[in-house]
């Protein structure tokens, strides 16, 4: 029994020597945003948080233009049974009730429409695109009641109150006054009529159309809004994707020209160098070691981690363009100094000369001066000289990431050619890992092909908002000016002339909203761009002169089917209608 009390002390003792010898291990915690997929989730949907953040304010404002014009010219055509109305002796407030039980009811069928689909519809077709993409759970619908309730109070505020002011105005009128249709609005001499080198060359058509244009302020002004807030959301959808869709080609051609990235276990220059000599056969090219580290930027306002780059001008010369976002060329940086990348200094308020302090994990500082700015879309960057980090850490720079291209000459390397390079490289004791600028390039642009539901989602909005504007006030010019149309075709007037004289007046107003939608389209989308916060990714804040001209033509053609739809109700009007007395 001794014996083997004895037997078993021995092995506790030799068992304590051997874990005494082990290695303390490190211990790495990593939470879900190191995951890449949940990470590109959650940037696209800042994304959509953005976008939703400004649209429905936009299209809120004028849906409630509309309403304002469309229930007061409601009144106002009714003015004459108000009047009868008002002489058989019925209340105002009896009066008033009618009409604004009318628009109550619109606004609440149209909010409770409108919260079904906006709840409903446009996060289904959302979440399909993202299903593209990602595998997740079944969407599950959110009802915000508090959301609602504010929807539609603003709603009945907008349409009730609208009718109220309008019924207001026309009870302050005598009965017999109402009975009697509204006088026309005196003609006006036109700017244009000053300029009489211009004016003299208008036909006499043209120049009815340019005074009915001015004539009537209100159509004038409602379907500039319109038809500019239309061209204003067809810009931004389109300038959102012109933003952020090339932000990986830009990162990974023009700034990073890197074909794989290699992270080492240890700093083993010597063993690592003389493998990748010997794998020159599978087409390596130039390459060179750096140190990546993981920093805190230590600021008055919080802290970012940012990645730390320390190697010299000659070896990071092949891999790194450092420039500015004009294009101008950036110096890399000497002892003591740093260029940092654009989104840092925007969002810290740092600019050339100023001092950043860098922090690491054991808590030791180093502060530099910022000698550049330069172009980044992708993560964070730092950049200082190897001297620059020994000076300052009092230490060696820990070279354990490799900067390697393939070699380009006589042809590009092909994808298979890279991957093959790759698996090679993983073989490596000393590699730990590999990452090809490719895949992430597309990784990223595969996340940003998402946006082309939301772009097309923001076109039919778009569309919606053009459609409803301008068959609105154009079927409101229509009906105001019945009489007149019936008086061109007794005149002999073609069915083309006669949709010439009153669409011509649309085609003038989209032309003049339009422009001035390019110029709103583009501040608009600058804002919306700059309400989308995605923190590994900052974006090329911008919109191709294409888009604009896209933008401009899609204006023209949802206005061209409104004024296809309402040729059908211009034919319609009877010559007789010109015979009929206003009284």
């Known amino acids: 029994f001794n014996t083997q009390i004895a037997e078993s002390q021995g092995e ?43 649209f429905p304010v936009f299209f809120f404002l004028v849906a409630a233009l509309v309403c304002i014009t469309t229930m007061n010219r409601m009144v106002e055509e009714q003015r004459t049974q108000i009047g009868v109305l008002k002489a058989l002796g019925y209340g105002e407030t009896t009066i008033m009730s009618k009409y604004m039980i009318y628009s109550g009811l619109a606004a609440v069928s149209g909010c409770v429409f409108g919260y079904i689909l906006g709840t409903w519809g446009f996060p289904k077709i959302v979440w399909f695109g993202y299903g593209i993409m990602y595998r997740a759970d079944p969407i599950s619908y959110v009802f915000d009641g508090k959301m609602a309730v504010i929807s539609m109070t603003v709603s009945l505020l907008c349409s009730i109150g609208t009718t109220w002011m309008s019924c207001r105005t026309e009870l302050d009128q005598v009965a017999a006054a109402l009975m009697r249709s509204k006088a026309p609005k005196a003609g006006k001499r036109v700017f244009l009529e000053y300029i009489s080198f211009i004016w003299r060359r208008l036909s006499f058509l043209h120049k009815v159309s340019f005074r009915n244009i001015f004539r009537y302020r209100r159509r004038l002004f409602m379907m500039v809004v319109g038809i500019s807030g239309c061209t204003a959301l067809l810009v931004t959808g389109f300038g959102i994707k012109d933003s952020i869709a090339d932000v990986a080609a830009a990162q990974y051609l023009e700034i990073q020209t890197v074909d794989i990235t290699v992270s080492l276990k240890e700093a083993e220059e010597e063993e690592t160098e003389s493998a990748l000599e010997e794998l020159k056969a599978l087409g390596v090219g130039k390459y060179t070691f750096v140190m990546e580290k993981n920093l805190d930027l230590v600021t008055d306002t919080g802290g ?24 101008e060329a950036i110096a890399y940086p000497v002892t003591g100094e740093a260029v940092i990348s654009n989104r840092l200094a925007e969002d810290y308020h740092v600019k050339i000369g100023d001092m950043i302090t860098l ?18 879309y992708i993560n964070h960057y730092v950049h200082v000289s190897e001297d620059t980090w020994r000076e300052m850490a009092g230490e060696e720079p820990e070279r354990k990431t490799i900067y390697l291209n393939l070699e380009k000459e006589p042809e590009v390397p092909s994808e298979k050619e890279i991957y093959a390079l790759s698996a090679e490289l993983m073989k490596l004791d000393q590699v730990s890992n590999v990452t090809v600028s490719a895949d992430v390039m597309d990784r990223i642009s595969n996340m940003m092909a998402s946006l082309d539901i939301i772009v097309a989602v923001v076109i039919l909005c778009a569309a919606g908002l053009a459609f409803i504007v301008l068959y609105n006030l154009t079927n409101i010019n229509i009906t105001e000016r019945i009489r007149e149309i019936a008086t061109i075709k007794v005149l002999g007037f073609y069915k083309r002339e006669t949709a010439a004289y009153v669409f011509r007046e649309n085609i003038m107003l989209t032309a003049l909203g339009m422009a001035v939608g390019m110029g709103l389209g583009y501040f608009l989308h600058r804002f919306v761009m700059n309400e989308i916060k995605v923190d590994l990714i900052s974006f090329d804040i911008y919109v191709k002169p294409v888009s604009y001209l896209y933008s401009g033509l ?15 109700k211009l034919e319609g009007i009877s010559m007789t209608e010109s015979l009929k007395s206003v009284d």
Not at 307 to 326: I, R
Request: glycine fraction near 8%; include cysteine; charged fraction near 20%.
């Open 304 to 327: 970012r981690t940012v990645s730390l780059v320390a190697g010299t001008e000659e070896g990071l010369a092949p891999f790194l363009n450092l420039h500015t976002m004009k294009g």
């Open 359 to 376: 922090r690491d994990e054991n808590l030791r500082s180093m502060t530099v001066t910022v000698s550049g700015i330069y172009e980044n």
């Open 12 to 54: 506790i003792e030799e068992a304590e020597e051997k874990l005494a010898d082990l290695e303390e291990p490190q211990v790495y915690v990593l939470n879900r945003d190191t995951n890449i997929g949940y990470a590109c989730f959650e940037n696209d949907s800042n994304i959509v948080e953005g976008i939703a953040n400004i």
């Open 554 to 568: 899609l204006t023209l053609g949802f206005a061209w089917c409104v004024n296809l739809t309402m040729s059908g």
